[in-house]
């Protein structure tokens, strides 16, 4: 069994800045994937982020390159997301989601499992 927490999300206007934190705990590997996506009302689940916890590598979806930082946590289980120069646009609940099959970081979030509960974070204009 494996839980994900997340944590960080609020409300902040646009230019604003933002930390997320996803926690994971129990039954897990030395090599996994931990994954950022959004959804926002009315649209698909869409790729944000991703850090491979074994060998540090990112991935990062274009609309989050150069504004988001994706990082290891505090804890060895974690990952943050450092989110600056926030727009509207971003207004979504994020969720992370885990993925044990291979090192290769993927972007589909139909491939990971193991989701957190969410966090909004609402940018207002």
């Known amino acids: 069994q494996v839980q994900l927490v997340e944590s960080g999300g609020g409300l902040v206007q646009t230019g604003g800045s933002l930390r997320l934190s996803c926690v994971v705990s129990?039954?897990?590997?030395?090599?996994?994937?931990i994954g950022w996506f959004r959804e926002a009302p009315g649209k698909e689940r869409e790729f944000v982020a991703a850090?491979?916890?074994?060998?540090?590598?990112?991935k990062y979806a274009d609309h989050a390159k150069a504004r988001f930082t994706i990082s290891r946590g505090s804890t060895q289980s974690a990952v943050d997301l450092q989110m600056n120069s926030l727009k509207p646009d971003d207004t979504a609940i994020y969720y992370c989601?885990?993925?044990?099959?291979?090192?290769?970081?993927?972007?589909?979030?139909?491939?990971?499992?193991?989701w957190g509960q969410g966090t909004q974070v609402t940018v207002s204009s």
């Open positions: 989601g885990t993925d044990f099959l291979t090192t290769m970081i993927r972007s589909n979030w139909a491939l990971y499992n193991n």
């Open positions: 129990g039954r897990i590997f030395s090599s996994y994937t």
């Open positions: 850090f491979n916890m074994r060998t540090g590598d990112t």
